[in-house]
């Protein structure tokens, strides 16, 4: 881990000669304790390669924490698999080593730009969990088997709760932008949804809106 540390210690450098004030943290765990730091941070740079976790689980327990602040990923694994771990894992952005340190300075600034939006790994609507990354849900302890086009159905739904969203909207998220299917098939898969997030549970979470499509909310029956 050397080589991590190294750079850690050069980055760390550039950037308190440009005027900015940097943490580090040699382990996962003095990763957590700074990040929960009430003072909070701008932006986060999170290597893979930690000495007692993946940086991929850091990032996952920032994000089931409420931590927001942006997280780029630094790491010499640039394989898609990783890259899409990272980002499933709750980082905003993906560096691989080796990388042009004013590159670094450009997506820092990016992300700083964007600010610490709330982005959770897991999506919670009511007693309604959902894991995009694992491709699971749960009503409470209760898992819920789906149907991949259930599950885009529902994920579109509970990334935007409370929120009306039209048959046509729905459409696209389910079936992609170009399909050969009329929008009431959506109907069809709702009634799907209801039968096994709502129905076995007592709950009335799926609501239809007259004339307008269907939205999600946290209530119950």
């Given amino acids: 881990m050397e080589d991590e540390a190294k750079l850690a210690r050069l980055v760390a450098r550039g950037l308190t000669e440009r005027g900015d004030q940097v943490t580090i943290a040699g382990t996962g765990q003095e990763a957590l304790d700074a990040a929960a730091d009430d003072e909070g941070y701008d ?15 850091v990032c996952r327990r920032l994000r089931r924490s409420r931590v927001w602040t942006p997280v780029l990923m630094l790491t010499a694994r640039n394989a898609v698999a990783d890259r899409i771990t990272g980002l499933d894992s709750g980082a905003d952005d993906y560096l691989g080593k080796p990388f042009v340190f004013d590159e670094l300075l450009a997506r820092m600034r990016a992300l700083a730009r964007r600010g610490p939006v709330p982005r959770p790994t897991v999506l919670e609507v009511g007693d309604l969990r959902m894991d995009p990354a694992s491709r699971r849900v749960w009503r409470g302890e209760e898992e819920i088997e789906l149907s991949a086009r259930e599950f885009a159905l529902l994920e579109a739904l509970m990334r935007r709760p409370e929120q009306v969203l039209s048959r046509d909207q729905l459409l696209a998220h389910a079936w992609g932008a170009v399909h050969d299917t009329s929008s009431n098939v959506v109907d069809v898969y709702v009634r799907y949804l209801r039968e096994k997030i709502d129905r076995p549970f007592g709950a009335e979470s799926l609501r239809t809106v007259r004339g ?7 209530g119950e029956a």
């Fill in 43 to 57: 932006v986060i740079l999170l290597d893979v390669r930690l000495p007692d976790m993946e940086g991929f689980e």
């Fill in 212 to 218: 307008l499509g269907y939205r999600l909310t946290g």
